[in-house]
């Protein structure tokens, strides 16, 4: 699993101010409309960052985040506020009983599975994985986790009421929600570790920052 990147803190950069505990009061029937139609628009987006690649990928995957995000917040305010129960590797899922992947939380909001894959999406598997026994060694996260996008410290927000998560009531860490990741790449599929905009973060306000990545690997 990946490890934490290094994070900005909100004083260094611009915060949309936005809360994702006060959102409230959509019906169902309108966050499944609004849902299907930000899956259409990031599907027609991916497709064409197939063809063109670079810049365009990197701008399919941020929204492809963008409507996981809008997807997310709908999903809290539908449920008490709290945050999904989601495994970060499906495929080497542990708990008893089995949590679902993050395509499969969203399911009901993001009808257009072409939202969870990343253009830029690969993975090489070794030899001695047991994965190997389904898919071959040139592969992608979308294959074998069902999503290019990995969520973020399962452990600490799993049915834990928004803004009330562990890592929120850090004492002195100077942590708000623009600095909380809740979703991101598996890796770095836009660039090396470093580089400018190598991959995106969806953070706990519900918006998507590009970031350098410096510690991932």
Known sequence: MSPLPKLETAARRRSTGRSPVRRRGLARGEVVLIAAVM??????????AGRSGGAAARAACRANLEAIGRALSAYVAQNDQRWPAVARLPSMEYHDPRWPGLAEVLAPLIPERGVFRCPGDERVLDE??????????????????????????????????????????????????????????YRPFHGSAGEPGAFHVLYADFVVRPSRGEDRR
């Open 128 to 185: 001695s994985s047991p994965l190997r026994a389904q898919f071959p060694a040139r592969t992608t996260y979308y294959e074998t986790e069902g999503s290019s996008y990995e969520w973020v410290l399962q452990e600490l927000r799993a049915g834990q009421r928004v803004g009330r998560d562990p890592l929120a009531r850090a004492s002195g860490a100077g942590l708000g929600p623009a600095d909380q990741p809740i979703v991101w790449e």
């Open 39 to 48: 899956a259409a628009g990031a599907a027609v987006v991916w497709r064409g």
